[in-house]
């Protein structure tokens, strides 16, 4: 079946501007994460969802960013006021749950920052 | 929280030799330990995983060993091949959530 999705796969945006990153995460899977990988760098966690319990926001690197998940299913991680730090590749992966922990990434979002 | 740490952050074997990578975390109450590879430009992909009630696992030329007294876990990769160059990332699944802690990363680099 299909896997993990992100758009846009590449996001060029000026500093000081809002970003939204989407992410669609494979049919049926309870579990949704967001990482963010800089250049040559490992896995940043930053948030992730389980069902309808209240997130796990503890990755976040400041209330710029936020993210949501609506109905259970697709992501938007937000990114206001861009700054030139938050160029990285921000990556999506999803969890089936009830004890599945294998995670299943999606090809990620590549945002730079000007 | 769960700190885990890995090691050697590059590694260069020859084609046909062995590779390994290690890494500590630091909650004993951790109970999952995946390993992904990520190749050039692409996702990480997972490779093999372990939970705590087991002591090693093995799947053709990888195997992964754990030790839950010394808090450490490696991954063993045999009989080298260039496809095998990629960053492999190691991680912790604290107990109670189903969020990764993740390694730093190793750089494998096979030689022809």
């Known amino acids: 079946g299909a896997g993990v999705s992100q758009s846009p796969s590449n996001k060029v945006t000026e500093k000081g501007k809002d970003v939204e990153l989407r992410c669609d995460p494979i049919?049926?899977?309870?579990?949704l994460y967001w990482y963010r990988q800089s250049l040559g760098q490992g896995l940043e966690f930053l948030i992730y969802f389980q069902g309808n319990s209240a997130p796990d926001k503890s990755g976040l690197p400041s209330d710029r960013f936020s993210a949501e998940r609506t109905g259970g299913s697709v992501s938007t991680l937000t990114i206001q006021r861009t700054q030139q730090e938050d160029s990285a590749v921000y990556l999506c992966?999803?969890?089936?749950?009830?004890?599945?922990?294998?995670?299943?990434f999606g090809p990620g979002t590549r945002l730079t920052v000007t | 929280g769960e700190n885990v740490e890995q090691h050697p952050s590059t590694l260069s074997v020859q084609e046909g030799d062995s590779a390994v990578i290690k890494c500590t975390y630091s909650?004993?109450?951790?109970?999952?330990f995946p390993w992904y590879k990520q190749e050039l430009g692409k996702r990480p992909q997972l490779i093999i995983d372990i939970r705590s009630n087991v002591g090693e696992k093995k799947d053709q030329r990888i195997a992964v060993t754990l030790n839950k007294t010394a808090k450490h876990f490696s991954l063993h990769i045999t009989e080298t091949q260039p496809e095998d160059s990629a960053v492999y990332f190691c991680a912790a699944s604290p107990w109670g959530a189903q969020k990764l802690v993740f390694g730093q990363g190793t750089r494998l680099t096979i030689n022809p």
């Open positions: 049919s049926g899977h309870t579990a």
């Open positions: 992966a999803s969890t089936l749950g009830g004890g599945e922990y294998e995670q299943y």
């Open positions: 909650d004993s109450a951790s109970n999952y």
